[in-house]
């Protein structure tokens, strides 16, 4: 036995290094891949193909800023610091030589923030205003009933979608003396962070309504979430600590449930465009007292990681113009080799700009006090599931949608009903679009079968059966599956919808590239053992220290 033990040791070892090694080469080969079909079709006669690309900093070469998201965002960031700067000096030197706490921190947040968001918004500020407004009348009316829950949420969802559909509203539509209002937009279209608005007007109500009731929106926080099969979209470093979830999960006193406080986390500064988002309970918590979770230390750590990443983003876009390739409909044009390269360097691409954008607000957030829950758990090339990887992708995202949809909705035992209630609910709240009600739907029918196997796995008779070789063969082919799966979904909802995927399946689903499509299924098992070694790393390593 004892033999028996040490023969798998050393060919789990010798697995390990082959794994890490077919890691290294393939991650090389895409690299170059990538970066000489950039070079290629930036260039030359091939030139005027790709859109989006600027002139860079790095040995002349120009950059991908073909990414509207990410154009914004690199653009505005320094002026977005200097206000990060301004707004949380200015914070803490009214902290230390006033005292400031609770209300009186809210009165100064709602001040600086009203003052950044006209400026977002200019005049459509006030179409902000009358919706949150009666959002705080029909929750301080009706907290506490039955039928409240589901009044809150019709009223934000019909607020959602109307400025989907109507891009926002005009002041004209109220008179043609109104329209000079119009004029006056400012630099962000409103209905566009809309969404993040509307998320924080459903938590305020629904925690209220959880206090008034005298009834937490979960019995046990730790041990629901232990129980939830379903992880629905949402640092290296910490996810968030016990205080935060703690702080979400009870209730603050009745006299912080007022209008003051409601304005400021709506338009708190910080967090206002993009997240990471924050229930109403903790963020009201922590203006009495602040984070004592991340030392000052660990802050300055996290803001230079950030930076290594913020250079890892801009080499990256100086040799490889992934989103410029796909955006521009180069990918039609390209070998099936190469669409796969393309695709799989998209994802990774949007996987670094939204940890990038979301940890720069959680940054800030956390320098003023304010601790959220970190978007970005795991990289994108460590999750080989759907739970695991909608659990570590806008993981904050993930906990809200638990919290006041998935748990209100039943948990667990509507769990296969749930995925499709949710899913064409983030669909909605990210953009009324068919690409994205088919990424929605697309995503709901792979998890079907990972449930339902997850669900097999759990069961006694498969006990002894998860410690034999097979099982673990078998996790890392399914893994593969699930990758797969999982980047096509990504690719119809976020590079080329629909009808592109139709040309895509006929360009990559022929005989002639069958070893291909093998390659790739292999490349991903390989990763998958990768990732298997990892979680097993990592298990050892949490029970020595136990």
Known sequence: MVVARKQQSVWRGMELYACIAYAVLFE????????????????GANGRWLYGLKPGWIAGRQMDLSDTQWRNFR????????????????????????GLKGRGMARFW?????????????????????????????TKALAGKVVFPYLLWIYNLTFLVSNRLYSGYKFASFGEQFAFLDQHRGALRWHISFNM????????????????????????????????????????GTEGSSCYLSRQEKPVSGAQYNLVTYLAYLLYAPLYIAGPIITFNAFASQLENIQKAYSRKDIAIYGLRWLLCFLLIEFLTHHCYFNALAISGVWQRLSPLEIFIIGYGVLNFMWLKFLLIWRFFRFWALIDGIETLENMTKCLNNCCDLETFWKSWHASYNRYLVRYLYIPLGGSRWRFLNVWIIFTFVAIWHDLEWRLLSWAWVTCVLWGPELLVKSLMRTPQMASFKKTNAYRECHALAGSLNITGLMLANLVGFVVGPDGMKLLASRMLSRENVPLLLAIVFSFYIGTKLMLAIHDHAEKSQESKK
Not at 36 to 43: K, L, R, V
């Open 28 to 43: 090389v080969f895409v690299f170059w891949r990538s970066s000489a079909t950039s070079s290629e079709y930036s260039s």
């Open 110 to 138: 709602l001040l600086a923030s009203s003052v950044y968001v006209i400026y977002l918004h200019g005049n459509c500020v006030l179409f902000i205003l009358a919706i949150v407004l009666g959002n705080y009348i029909l």
């Open 197 to 236: 608005v509307m998320l924080r007007m459903v938590s305020f109500g629904l925690d209220y309504h959880w206090a008034q009731i005298s009834q937490p929106s979960t019995i046990n926080w730790e041990n629901h979430m232990r129980k939830c099969e379903l992880c629905t979209p949402g640092i290296s």
């Open 75 to 98: 653009s505005g960031l320094p002026a977005l610091t200097a206000v990060m700067a301004a707004f949380s000096i200015l914070g803490a030197c009214l902290r230390t030589s006033l």
